[in-house]
């Protein structure tokens, strides 16, 4: 996806950046224009943008993260962020949990790959950012953690492997070490299951 948008913006810049350059030397000597010229300008120009707004939101619809509104997740995963790391678990996490040091919540079951987990993010001291970076280090999925507001973020794994939780939000000194694990399985085989 990441590769897809820098191709089209590679692609359009250019094509922009000669209409400015047209309409700059165009202004140098500039000439009368008459108004319904100007009126048919604005019109094609109001209608061209238009188009290519409907036709990029048609295009990218069904990318948006809300494709699985009415869906059920497959499962619930509760995570605090706090200066400086991520709590994560399987229960909710109380406010003086979160940001208690000596407590230490038990490790999260592993996440089976392809299930739809639903991620309850929020904060309990200043605004955080909560990335998932897959296997090869490109960001899949995020959203903010707040203080105070719970962020739900469904994200459904494609493959099994040891998955990155990272703060995107500059959160204070510790920043650069917020980091979490998130470990994914390969789903049970339905015949080994009926066993």
């Excluded at 979160?98 to 038990?106: F, H, N, R, S, Y």
Aim: with cysteine.
């Amino acid at each position: 996806m990441q590769t897809l948008a820098l191709t089209i913006f590679l692609i359009f810049a250019p094509i922009v950046g000669a209409i400015f350059f047209y309409i700059a030397r165009s202004g140098a000597n500039p000439a009368e224009l008459s108004y319904k010229a100007y009126s048919r300008t604005r019109l094609l120009v109001l209608v061209g943008f238009t188009t290519v707004a409907l036709i990029a939101t048609l295009l990218t619809i069904t990318d948006t993260p809300y494709a699985h509104a009415g869906e059920q997740p497959d499962r619930i995963v509760y995570v605090f962020g706090k200066q400086f790391a991520f709590k994560i678990s399987d229960k909710p996490i109380a406010v003086e949990d979160a940001m208690d040091d000596e407590i230490i919540l038990p490790k999260i079951q592993p996440i089976k790959a392809g299930d739809l987990v639903e991620f309850r993010i929020s904060a309990a001291d200043v605004t955080h950012g909560f990335s998932i970076y897959d296997l090869d280090g490109e960001v899949q999925t995020q959203t903010q953690a707040m203080p105070q507001y719970v962020n739900r973020l469904r994200y459904r794994f494609p493959k099994a492997g040891a998955y990155q939780v990272l703060c995107f939000e500059f959160c204070g000194i510790g920043h650069p070490g917020m980091k979490a694990d998130l470990e994914v399985v390969d789903a049970a085989p339905a015949v080994a299951a009926a066993r």
